[in-house]
């Protein structure tokens, strides 16, 4: 009957063209694991549905198993099988506990934490403050996952702390182990041309990239270029139906 609003992400609303499939990391992954001799481990988005049943899969056709490490890999994963949305194949998870008696040559960890964060699984794994397990010489960290902006110093930290401990790192610098899950330009064309929305809201992403969304957007015809509203966190936008204005603003922020 019509579409109001399109809230539609702006991450990669710079790039031409369309995203990748998640089939193209399969090749650089399954090279990785067909090369590896010790411990492969593993950190990427915990989100990232798709690419976690990548990595199982791998897992379980190169013989190793699989341990979950960080509450948030361990939740998805959970609430993904739960929805049927993951194949995991019977017996091929075990417990932290397990994986210190587990031979190196047969054992994944998969951890969160790809971006560093401070108190994640993976930066724990990296300076020997996890309770089970820690990063050691001949381990192979395969970061599978992109930097997000503002990240760059805490992730360098974590591969310093790796290669410190003796391991190997490989980032989507040195293979293609990552694409991303935002749509590009493409993908947005196909969504607005679907949608048909009387507005176009950018969302999720700096605020030049939600500029360059408008930008582009007006350009394709569809939604008029002052029915293209940019707003910030905080920004109360109100819609009658025939008009959209900013007319208020709520605090937002770290509560403390």
């Not at 948030?72 to 739960?82: F, I, P, T, Y």
Request: glycine content about 8%; some cysteine; hydrophobic content about 40%.
């Amino acid at each position: 009957d019509g579409v109001l609003a399109l809230f539609a992400d702006s991450t990669n609303a710079e790039r031409p063209g369309r995203t990748q499939s998640e089939r193209a990391v399969i090749p650089a992954l399954e090279e990785i694991f067909e090369g590896a001799q010790g411990r492969i481990i593993v950190s990427c988005f915990s989100s990232s549905v798709h690419r976690i049943q990548i990595i199982l899969d791998l897992a379980q056709d190169f013989g190793r198993n699989v341990a979950l490490l960080g509450r948030s890999m361990v939740r998805n994963v959970e609430v993904a099988d739960s929805l049927r949305e993951l194949d995991i194949p019977d017996g091929l998870f075990i417990t932290p506990a397990q994986a210190r008696q587990m031979d190196d040559d047969r054992l994944v960890l998969l951890a969160a934490g790809c971006q560093g964060d401070p108190m994640s699984a993976m930066t724990r794994l990296a300076t020997d403050q996890h309770k089970n397990i820690s990063v050691d010489a001949g381990d192979l960290v395969v970061l599978s996952a992109r930097i997000i902006p503002g990240n760059e110093r805490a992730i360098s930290r974590l591969i310093s702390h790796c290669y410190k401990r003796g391991a190997r790192v490989i980032d989507n610098s040195l293979a293609r182990i990552h694409c991303s899950g935002h749509g590009s330009q493409e993908d947005l064309r196909i969504l607005i041309e679907a949608v048909r929305p009387k507005f176009l809201v950018p969302i999720h992403g700096e605020h030049r990239q939600l500029y360059r969304h408008r930008e582009w957007a007006a350009t394709i015809g569809i939604v008029e270029p002052e029915n293209i509203i940019i707003f910030e966190n905080g920004d109360v936008l109100e819609f009658d139906g025939e008009h959209a204005a900013i007319i208020d603003k709520e605090p937002v922020g770290r509560t403390f």
